[in-house]
């Protein structure tokens, strides 16, 4: 992918993977991928990755549960979370 260089990369990751919420690709209450996984298909590293998975699952979007993984949050969960400010 193309990244922004005007934008911290971690914030593109965290809308791609909200944007796949969105649109279906990832259910409620349905694991994502492994950070590892996305991390190679994004082409970023999987730090990276997993800031944006801490900001989401911050924001209501995602949750994780110890030894399973993480997951989308049911769409009740995530109302108005959109527009969360961000913490840098």
Do not use: C, N
């Not at 990751?13 to 796949?20: K, N, T």
Request: glycine share 6%; no cysteine.
């Amino acid at each position: 992918m193309d990244w922004d260089p005007g934008e911290y990369v971690w914030k593109q990751v965290a809308d791609v993977i909200r944007q796949r919420v969105k649109d279906g690709q990832y259910r409620p209450r349905a694991p994502i991928p492994s950070e590892i996984r996305m991390a190679e298909e994004l082409g970023v590293a999987k730090g990276t990755v997993r800031k944006a998975v801490a900001h989401l699952r911050d924001a209501g979007v995602l949750y994780t549960l110890p030894q399973k993984g993480t997951f989308v949050s049911a769409p009740d969960s995530q109302a108005d979370h959109d527009e969360a400010p961000t913490a840098e």
